[in-house]
């Protein structure tokens, strides 16, 4: 059987592509796979396999030599997945070989050489989102699960995959949908003496959808944090012991110790796991005017992994004012205002305390009293981690990503101030259903329903090639 390239390009419409990739993990092992997918996908496997393509089988594991040019490239296993009943919705070819990277690209190399392309980051999950066999949120949760970095993160990643988060969005687009045709039909009938908002029972509805909707923004947020993690920032005046307590918190020596102010003049970057969620923890130089360049640009370094904060950590030694340490947190520059911040009392051995958690009455900054060198009030510091990022023991429902819960925020506010509208006398029908209107655009990008390009390019570009 000899196929050659033009004859493969010349089968299907030109604007209709074939793509192909490493769907494995970079490096040798005993097996890794090659991903084709498109309308070319069978003829690619009949050609490497000198097969006809009436006799590769769908579903079925068919053991083969690969060639190309006359030569073997290796033998394997050959699968063929006909659309619609396959992972993209179209026809999708698997080449299971040898796990060498010489081999694996001999493989992709001869699939573009007969009709197919390289394939984009996270391109056939775009293709199985875009021909309807999952929704974003879906599609999302595929990379989810992948880069998971604990069990609970996994769990949720898979139950979004199975459309657990999905079934709620489309709840409350129900829910909004139905709302929105009450406001519309009063206002198409408004001469009618009929009564489309009956004795309350509409603004019912929108108490319910909004009780519905806080409820969901509360659990997104939380499985935000088992999704994409905290990027948790120790600042503070020199010497206090931020070293000592990056070093105690991720159990290694990631950090020079030495009772010398100013030791620390760039960030150190650690990442370890706490109480389920993924910590990027930052150690940064010491606070303080400096004449001395080196220790201003890590100042200056300091200041900027402050704006990228997710939880600020104010080290202070336990022989210092706790109310100038107050002050100082909150006054930190460079911290966004919702970020929230924590005080640690280090050294508290050299005072002769026992480690405490307190709350302050006036700021509900929580207070940490411990030992970083003895490791003394450690557990106390996880357990304010918790209560001030409201970390639940149990895990969340779904997994989620920022984007949906700054979405489901502007539709839990457009359905607000829908009611704001409802409350006026006269109430501002037209105004109401245009808020309802853009509360569900907003509802509907959270699975893709309604989107632009732009958030499909952003979303899929940091898939894995291959996936």
């Not at 839990?412 to 259903?433: D, G, K, N, Q, Y």
């Amino acid at each position: 059987m000899n196929i050659g390239l033009n004859s493969l390009q010349n089968v299907i419409p030109k604007n209709d592509e074939t793509i192909v990739a490493i769907a494995t993990p970079s490096g040798r092992g005993g097996v890794g796979i090659v991903r084709v997918s498109g309308p070319l996908a069978l003829l690619i496997a009949a050609q490497l396999s000198q097969r006809k393509s009436e006799h590769i089988l769908p579903r079925k594991a068919i053991f083969s030599d690969f060639y190309f040019q006359s030569h073997v490239l290796d033998q394997g296993l050959l699968l063929y997945f006909p659309k619609p009943a396959s992972f993209t919705g179209e026809d999708v070819v698997e080449f299971q070989v040898h796990g060498s990277p010489i081999v694996l690209d001999q493989i992709v190399r001869a699939s573009v050489a007969l009709g197919a392309r390289l394939a984009r980051p996270g391109e056939f999950s775009e293709r199985a989102f875009l021909n309807g066999k999952m929704d974003l949120t879906q599609a999302e949760a595929i990379a989810d699960l992948i880069h998971a970095s604990s069990e609970q993160a996994a769990r949720s990643a898979l139950r979004s995959m199975e459309g657990v988060f999905s079934k709620q969005i489309a709840g409350i687009l129900e829910q909004l949908i139905d709302i929105r045709m009450w406001i519309e039909s009063s206002m198409d009938f408004a001469d009618e003496d009929i009564d489309f908002l009956q004795q309350g029972q509409l603004q019912a509805k929108i108490v319910t959808l909004t009780q519905v909707l806080e409820k969901i923004l509360h659990v997104a947020s939380e499985a935000v944090l088992w999704t994409e993690g905290v990027t948790l920032v120790l600042a503070g005046f020199p010497n206090v012991g931020k070293s000592s307590l990056l070093n105690a918190l991720v159990e290694k020596d990631a950090a020079i110790v030495t009772d010398i102010p100013g030791t620390t003049r760039d960030v150190i970057r650690e990442v370890f796991q706490w109480h389920g969620i993924l910590v990027q923890i930052l150690d940064t130089a010491g606070l303080r005017h400096t004449e001395d360049l080196v220790e201003q640009e890590g100042v200056r370094r300091t200041r900027q992994a402050l704006m990228r904060a997710d939880l600020v950590c104010w080290v202070m030694d336990a022989r210092e004012s706790v109310a100038e340490a107050l002050r100082a947190v909150q006054q930190v520059e460079g911290v966004q205002s919702h970020v929230p911040r924590l005080i640690v009392r280090n050294k508290v051995d050299l005072v002769k305390e026992i480690p405490a958690l307190c709350w302050d009455e006036q700021t509900h900054i929580p207070i940490v009293s411990l030992s970083a060198q003895s490791g003394d009030g450690l557990a106390l510091l996880g357990e304010a981690f918790q209560k001030i990022l409201n970390i639940s023991q149990q895990e969340p429902d779904f997994s989620a990503r920022t984007r949906h819960v700054e979405a489901l925020k502007r539709v839990t506010a457009h359905v607000r101030t829908c009611a704001m509208e409802l409350h006026l006398s006269p109430p501002r029908l037209e105004c109401a259903a245009e808020e309802l209107r853009m509360a569900q655009q907003q509802l509907s990008e959270i699975t893709g329903e309604f989107r632009s390009d732009d958030l499909l390019g952003r979303i899929f570009s940091t898939f894995c090639i291959g996936k």
